[in-house]
């Protein structure tokens, strides 16, 4: 029931927080941009407080053996959900999305691969302690397409 309950509160927050932002490749090689709400740390890694997104080229998808990883955040306490979107021009090509703790080397969730019918597809995950680094990782499968993906906390 929570998991929906996250599930469904993300979906809402991404409604809410606007369309789909169109970026160049030099953006999308960037790392993601993060809110106003977002603060650096002195270890470099960001502290998430209202989430953020970037968009993903193909074209950087491809040049990068159809993967890309995200710089290292720090989500507040009580969960991540990360999602995500691509669109395949109907060839079939999939991609799933998996949330990396950095501090203890484990992967702790993960989407499993998914057609891109650009439909948002959810992740989320609670097994973390409070201040630790996490990353998402993105990969393709099949031919590789202009993904969105977006980090929001859950409740």
């Not at 002195?42 to 993967?67: C, E, M």
């Not at 998914?114 to 973390?128: E, I, M, T």
Request: aromatic share 10%; charged share 15%.
């Amino acid at each position: 029931m929570n998991t929906r309950r996250r599930i469904t509160l993300g979906l809402a927050t991404l409604a809410l927080t606007g369309g789909l932002a169109i970026a160049g490749g030099a953006a999308a090689s960037a790392a993601p941009t993060a809110t106003a709400a977002a603060a650096s740390t002195d270890d470099g890694t960001v502290t998430s407080q209202s989430g953020w997104s970037t968009t993903i080229s193909a074209a950087y998808l491809n040049s990068h053996h159809k993967k890309w990883v995200s710089s290292t955040f720090v989500p507040p306490a009580g969960g991540v959900v990360g999602g995500f979107r691509c669109w395949n021009n109907g060839d079939g090509g999939k991609a799933r999305l998996r949330i990396y703790n950095v501090e203890t080397h484990q992967w702790i969730g993960d989407s499993g691969y998914q057609d891109c019918n650009y439909r948002y597809k959810y992740v989320s995950a609670d097994k973390y302690r409070p201040g630790q680094g996490l990353r998402f990782v993105l990969q393709a499968q099949g031919n590789a397409h202009t993904t969105r993906v977006a980090e929001e906390t859950a409740p």
